[in-house]
Protein backbone atom coordinates (compact mmCIF):
# COMPACT_ATOMS: atom_id res chain seq x y z
CA UNK A 1 0.00 0.00 0.00
CA UNK A 2 2.16 2.80 -1.23
CA UNK A 3 -1.12 5.15 -1.81
CA UNK A 4 -4.10 5.51 -0.30
CA UNK A 5 -6.02 3.75 -3.21
CA UNK A 6 -9.49 2.39 -2.83
CA UNK A 7 -11.26 1.01 -5.38
CA UNK A 8 -15.12 0.76 -5.00
CA UNK A 9 -16.84 -2.23 -7.09
CA UNK A 10 -20.62 -1.26 -7.45
CA UNK A 11 -21.74 2.04 -7.84
CA UNK A 12 -25.69 1.55 -6.38
CA UNK A 13 -26.67 3.82 -3.43
CA UNK A 14 -24.68 2.07 -0.97
CA UNK A 15 -21.28 2.19 -3.02
CA UNK A 16 -22.14 5.65 -4.11
CA UNK A 17 -22.84 7.22 -0.29
CA UNK A 18 -19.45 5.20 0.68
CA UNK A 19 -17.93 7.64 -2.11
CA UNK A 20 -19.43 10.83 -1.13
CA UNK A 21 -18.44 10.04 2.58
CA UNK A 22 -15.02 9.26 1.13
CA UNK A 23 -14.59 12.73 -0.58
CA UNK A 24 -16.14 14.55 2.28
CA UNK A 25 -13.89 13.74 4.95
CA UNK A 26 -10.82 13.56 2.50
CA UNK A 27 -9.70 9.88 3.61
CA UNK A 28 -7.82 8.81 0.54
CA UNK A 29 -5.59 9.88 -1.96
CA UNK A 30 -7.23 7.74 -5.26
CA UNK A 31 -10.62 6.14 -5.82
CA UNK A 32 -11.54 4.53 -8.83
CA UNK A 33 -15.43 3.25 -9.43
CA UNK A 34 -16.18 -0.28 -11.08
CA UNK A 35 -19.68 -1.32 -12.19
CA UNK A 36 -20.52 -3.36 -14.64
CA UNK A 37 -22.78 -0.30 -16.28
CA UNK A 38 -19.27 1.07 -17.18
CA UNK A 39 -21.17 5.02 -18.36
CA UNK A 40 -22.62 4.81 -14.63
CA UNK A 41 -19.32 4.45 -13.27
CA UNK A 42 -18.38 7.42 -15.47
CA UNK A 43 -21.08 9.80 -14.92
CA UNK A 44 -20.40 8.58 -10.66
CA UNK A 45 -17.11 9.95 -11.28
CA UNK A 46 -17.69 12.68 -12.88
CA UNK A 47 -20.20 14.01 -10.17
CA UNK A 48 -17.91 13.50 -7.25
CA UNK A 49 -15.17 15.54 -9.07
CA UNK A 50 -17.10 18.85 -9.37
CA UNK A 51 -16.94 18.44 -5.64
CA UNK A 52 -13.34 18.71 -5.37
CA UNK A 53 -13.18 22.42 -4.82
CA UNK A 54 -15.03 21.92 -1.56
CA UNK A 55 -13.09 18.75 -0.50
CA UNK A 56 -10.67 19.00 2.31
CA UNK A 57 -8.26 17.59 0.89
CA UNK A 58 -7.03 16.84 -3.34
CA UNK A 59 -8.22 13.49 -4.73
CA UNK A 60 -8.08 11.23 -7.93
CA UNK A 61 -11.34 10.11 -8.83
CA UNK A 62 -11.72 8.34 -11.88
CA UNK A 63 -13.86 5.35 -13.12
CA UNK A 64 -12.04 2.15 -14.30
CA UNK A 65 -12.21 -1.68 -15.03
CA UNK A 66 -10.49 -4.10 -12.39
CA UNK A 67 -7.22 -3.72 -13.75
CA UNK A 68 -7.06 -0.57 -10.88
CA UNK A 69 -7.16 -3.26 -8.13
CA UNK A 70 -3.55 -4.34 -8.76
CA UNK A 71 -1.62 -1.51 -7.09
CA UNK A 72 -5.17 -0.48 -4.78
CA UNK A 73 -4.49 -1.05 -0.83
CA UNK A 74 -8.49 -1.71 -0.24
CA UNK A 75 -11.21 -3.05 -2.96
CA UNK A 76 -14.74 -2.38 -1.11
CA UNK A 77 -17.09 -4.93 -2.98
CA UNK A 78 -20.61 -3.52 -2.78
CA UNK A 79 -22.17 -5.04 -6.07
CA UNK A 80 -25.58 -7.26 -5.53
CA UNK A 81 -28.64 -7.88 -6.97
CA UNK A 82 -32.28 -7.39 -5.35
CA UNK A 83 -34.81 -10.64 -4.84
CA UNK A 84 -36.80 -11.15 -7.79
CA UNK A 85 -40.72 -12.16 -6.77
CA UNK A 86 -41.35 -15.40 -5.97
CA UNK A 87 -37.21 -16.27 -5.70
CA UNK A 88 -36.49 -18.30 -2.38
CA UNK A 89 -33.42 -16.43 0.22
CA UNK A 90 -31.66 -19.25 -0.74
CA UNK A 91 -31.53 -18.87 -4.80
CA UNK A 92 -30.99 -14.98 -4.00
CA UNK A 93 -27.91 -16.04 -2.28
CA UNK A 94 -26.50 -18.02 -4.45
CA UNK A 95 -27.10 -15.36 -7.41
CA UNK A 96 -25.54 -13.24 -5.24
CA UNK A 97 -22.65 -15.60 -4.48
CA UNK A 98 -21.74 -16.24 -7.87
CA UNK A 99 -21.29 -12.56 -8.49
CA UNK A 100 -19.08 -11.90 -5.78
CA UNK A 101 -17.15 -15.20 -6.85
CA UNK A 102 -16.95 -13.16 -10.33
CA UNK A 103 -16.14 -9.94 -8.82
CA UNK A 104 -13.73 -11.46 -6.38
CA UNK A 105 -11.77 -13.51 -9.32
CA UNK A 106 -11.59 -10.19 -11.48
CA UNK A 107 -10.23 -8.42 -8.50
CA UNK A 108 -7.35 -11.24 -7.77
CA UNK A 109 -6.70 -11.21 -11.82
CA UNK A 110 -5.08 -7.96 -11.71
CA UNK A 111 -2.74 -8.61 -9.34
CA UNK A 112 -4.00 -7.29 -6.17
CA UNK A 113 -2.30 -8.14 -2.74
CA UNK A 114 -4.29 -5.43 -0.72
CA UNK A 115 -7.73 -6.17 1.80
CA UNK A 116 -11.19 -6.57 0.34
CA UNK A 117 -14.10 -5.08 2.33
CA UNK A 118 -17.41 -6.50 1.76
CA UNK A 119 -20.39 -4.46 2.35
CA UNK A 120 -23.15 -6.47 -0.12
CA UNK A 121 -25.76 -8.43 1.59
CA UNK A 122 -26.18 -10.56 3.48
CA UNK A 123 -22.78 -9.67 4.63
CA UNK A 124 -21.13 -12.32 6.67
CA UNK A 125 -22.12 -15.32 3.85
CA UNK A 126 -20.71 -13.23 1.27
CA UNK A 127 -17.57 -12.30 3.08
CA UNK A 128 -16.86 -15.41 3.32
CA UNK A 129 -17.51 -16.49 -0.39
CA UNK A 130 -14.98 -13.39 -0.91
CA UNK A 131 -12.17 -14.98 1.40
CA UNK A 132 -12.68 -18.29 -0.23
CA UNK A 133 -12.54 -17.57 -3.83
CA UNK A 134 -9.56 -15.22 -3.01
CA UNK A 135 -7.22 -17.24 -1.96
CA UNK A 136 -5.81 -14.23 0.41
CA UNK A 137 -5.23 -14.80 4.12
CA UNK A 138 -8.36 -14.21 5.87
CA UNK A 139 -7.12 -11.37 8.05
CA UNK A 140 -7.43 -9.94 4.50
CA UNK A 141 -10.58 -10.36 3.31
CA UNK A 142 -13.52 -9.08 6.10
CA UNK A 143 -17.29 -7.82 5.86
CA UNK A 144 -18.90 -4.74 7.41
CA UNK A 145 -20.21 -7.00 9.76
CA UNK A 146 -22.11 -5.08 12.83
CA UNK A 147 -20.35 -2.08 12.69
CA UNK A 148 -23.34 -0.21 11.72
CA UNK A 149 -26.03 -2.11 13.82
CA UNK A 150 -23.28 -1.28 16.63
CA UNK A 151 -23.68 2.63 15.42
CA UNK A 152 -26.96 2.10 15.61
CA UNK A 153 -27.00 0.86 19.27
CA UNK A 154 -24.85 3.69 20.42
CA UNK A 155 -27.62 6.03 18.99
CA UNK A 156 -30.16 4.46 20.17
CA UNK A 157 -27.91 4.50 24.21
CA UNK A 158 -27.02 8.01 23.65
CA UNK A 159 -30.74 9.06 22.71
CA UNK A 160 -31.69 7.66 26.83
CA UNK A 161 -29.53 8.54 28.54
CA UNK A 162 -28.31 12.29 27.04
CA UNK A 163 -24.38 11.23 26.52
CA UNK A 164 -22.62 11.63 23.24
CA UNK A 165 -22.59 8.61 21.47
CA UNK A 166 -19.08 8.83 21.17
CA UNK A 167 -18.88 7.99 24.86
CA UNK A 168 -20.83 4.84 24.63
CA UNK A 169 -18.77 1.87 23.84
CA UNK A 170 -21.09 -1.18 23.48
CA UNK A 171 -21.51 -3.93 20.47
CA UNK A 172 -23.85 -5.68 18.64
CA UNK A 173 -22.09 -8.89 18.02
CA UNK A 174 -22.89 -12.15 15.91
CA UNK A 175 -25.03 -12.36 12.63
CA UNK A 176 -25.85 -8.31 10.89
CA UNK A 177 -29.42 -9.75 10.64
CA UNK A 178 -31.80 -10.86 13.45
CA UNK A 179 -29.96 -13.56 14.97
CA UNK A 180 -27.67 -10.36 16.45
CA UNK A 181 -27.63 -9.77 20.03
CA UNK A 182 -25.89 -6.91 22.29
CA UNK A 183 -23.27 -7.65 24.44
CA UNK A 184 -24.86 -5.96 27.65
CA UNK A 185 -22.12 -7.76 29.67
CA UNK A 186 -19.40 -5.03 28.52
CA UNK A 187 -21.53 -2.17 27.65
CA UNK A 188 -20.17 0.85 28.97
CA UNK A 189 -20.32 4.82 29.16
CA UNK A 190 -17.46 6.04 29.60
CA UNK A 191 -15.53 4.18 31.97
CA UNK A 192 -18.96 2.94 33.48
CA UNK A 193 -20.54 -0.19 33.50
CA UNK A 194 -24.34 0.26 31.26
CA UNK A 195 -25.66 -1.84 34.28
CA UNK A 196 -24.29 0.30 36.60
CA UNK A 197 -25.69 3.75 34.80
CA UNK A 198 -28.67 2.22 34.69
CA UNK A 199 -29.01 1.81 38.60
CA UNK A 200 -28.03 5.56 38.83
CA UNK A 201 -29.62 7.41 36.21
CA UNK A 202 -33.59 7.77 36.02
CA UNK A 203 -33.52 8.00 32.41
CA UNK A 204 -33.15 4.37 31.48
CA UNK A 205 -34.40 0.98 33.24
CA UNK A 206 -34.03 -2.26 32.68
CA UNK A 207 -36.96 -2.62 30.85
CA UNK A 208 -35.63 -0.40 28.13
CA UNK A 209 -32.77 -2.25 27.20
CA UNK A 210 -34.94 -5.07 25.07
CA UNK A 211 -36.66 -1.97 23.61
CA UNK A 212 -33.49 -0.84 22.45
CA UNK A 213 -31.98 -3.39 21.13
CA UNK A 214 -35.51 -4.11 19.08
CA UNK A 215 -35.23 -0.98 17.98
CA UNK A 216 -31.69 -1.54 16.74
CA UNK A 217 -32.20 -5.08 14.66
CA UNK A 218 -35.48 -3.89 13.01
CA UNK A 219 -33.94 -0.31 12.26
CA UNK A 220 -33.01 -1.30 8.37
CA UNK A 221 -36.66 -2.76 7.87
CA UNK A 222 -38.00 0.44 9.92
CA UNK A 223 -35.91 2.66 7.00
CA UNK A 224 -36.67 0.80 4.03
CA UNK A 225 -40.36 0.91 4.89
CA UNK A 226 -40.12 4.36 4.71
CA UNK A 227 -37.67 5.02 1.87
CA UNK A 228 -37.22 2.07 -0.34
CA UNK A 229 -33.68 1.09 0.89
CA UNK A 230 -30.53 2.31 3.24
CA UNK A 231 -27.28 3.64 2.22
CA UNK A 232 -25.58 6.86 4.42
CA UNK A 233 -25.14 5.21 7.43
CA UNK A 234 -23.16 2.26 6.00
CA UNK A 235 -21.46 4.58 3.72
CA UNK A 236 -20.05 6.17 7.12
CA UNK A 237 -19.52 3.08 8.81
CA UNK A 238 -17.14 1.69 5.49
CA UNK A 239 -15.10 4.78 5.91
CA UNK A 240 -14.68 4.17 9.67
CA UNK A 241 -12.80 0.50 8.68
CA UNK A 242 -11.47 2.33 6.22
CA UNK A 243 -9.54 5.01 8.37
CA UNK A 244 -8.22 1.89 10.52
CA UNK A 245 -6.80 0.24 8.04
CA UNK A 246 -5.15 3.06 6.53
CA UNK A 247 -4.49 5.13 9.24
CA UNK A 248 -3.18 1.71 11.03
CA UNK A 249 -4.54 2.35 13.99
CA UNK A 250 -5.68 -0.72 15.62
CA UNK A 251 -8.90 0.18 16.29
CA UNK A 252 -10.81 -2.26 17.80
CA UNK A 253 -14.41 -2.38 15.35
CA UNK A 254 -17.20 -5.12 15.28
CA UNK A 255 -16.55 -6.40 11.90
CA UNK A 256 -17.33 -9.92 10.20
CA UNK A 257 -14.32 -11.86 10.67
CA UNK A 258 -13.26 -15.74 10.18
CA UNK A 259 -13.24 -16.92 13.83
CA UNK A 260 -10.33 -19.36 13.40
CA UNK A 261 -11.26 -20.82 17.00
CA UNK A 262 -11.25 -17.53 18.95
CA UNK A 263 -14.50 -18.28 20.14
CA UNK A 264 -16.43 -21.46 20.88
CA UNK A 265 -18.76 -21.66 17.85
CA UNK A 266 -18.23 -23.24 14.33
CA UNK A 267 -14.37 -22.16 12.89
CA UNK A 268 -15.22 -22.43 9.70
CA UNK A 269 -17.44 -19.18 8.97
CA UNK A 270 -17.23 -14.99 9.04
CA UNK A 271 -19.53 -13.71 12.07
CA UNK A 272 -19.37 -9.93 13.48
CA UNK A 273 -17.02 -9.91 16.54
CA UNK A 274 -14.71 -7.06 17.64
CA UNK A 275 -11.66 -7.14 15.85
CA UNK A 276 -8.43 -4.90 15.97
CA UNK A 277 -8.01 -3.14 12.49
CA UNK A 278 -5.08 -2.02 11.21
CA UNK A 279 -2.68 -1.80 7.97
CA UNK A 280 -2.38 -5.34 7.51
CA UNK A 281 -6.66 -6.01 8.02
CA UNK A 282 -7.36 -7.77 10.84
CA UNK A 283 -4.31 -7.75 13.28
CA UNK A 284 -6.39 -10.39 15.58
CA UNK A 285 -9.96 -10.75 17.12
CA UNK A 286 -10.51 -9.85 20.55
CA UNK A 287 -11.76 -12.81 22.84
CA UNK A 288 -14.07 -11.12 24.90
CA UNK A 289 -15.63 -12.91 28.33
CA UNK A 290 -19.23 -13.32 27.11
CA UNK A 291 -21.89 -13.96 29.39
CA UNK A 292 -23.57 -17.58 29.44
CA UNK A 293 -26.87 -16.15 28.16
CA UNK A 294 -24.70 -14.19 24.73
CA UNK A 295 -22.74 -17.04 24.39
CA UNK A 296 -25.82 -19.15 23.69
CA UNK A 297 -26.79 -16.36 21.32
CA UNK A 298 -23.43 -16.66 19.31
CA UNK A 299 -23.72 -19.88 18.80
CA UNK A 300 -27.07 -19.40 17.62
CA UNK A 301 -26.18 -16.91 15.54
CA UNK A 302 -23.30 -19.25 14.54
CA UNK A 303 -25.30 -21.92 13.51
CA UNK A 304 -27.86 -20.13 11.72
CA UNK A 305 -24.86 -18.46 9.35
CA UNK A 306 -23.83 -22.76 9.26
CA UNK A 307 -27.07 -24.17 7.75
CA UNK A 308 -27.31 -21.17 4.88
CA UNK A 309 -23.85 -21.45 3.77
CA UNK A 310 -24.09 -25.80 3.93
CA UNK A 311 -27.38 -24.77 1.65
CA UNK A 312 -26.27 -23.31 -0.18
CA UNK A 313 -23.61 -23.97 -4.29
CA UNK A 314 -20.59 -22.91 -2.73
Known sequence: MSKNKVVIVGTGFVGMSYAYALLNQGTVEELVLVDINKEKAEGEAMDLNHGLAFAPRKMTITAGDYEECRDAGLVVITAGVNQKPGETRIDLLNRNAKIIQSVTKNIMASGFDGIILVASNPVDILAYVAWKESGLPSSKVL????????????????????????????????????????????????????????????????????????????????????????????????????????????????????????????????????????????????????????????????????????????
Open 143 to 314: GSGTSLDTARLRYEISKYIQIDARNIHAYILGEHGDSEFVCWSKAYVGTKPMLDVIESMKEINFEDLDLIYHKVRDAAHEIIKRKNATYYGIGMALVRITLAIFDNENSILPVSVYNDGVYDIDKDLYIGLPAVINREGVHHVVNLKLSEDENKKLKNSANILKQILNQMNI
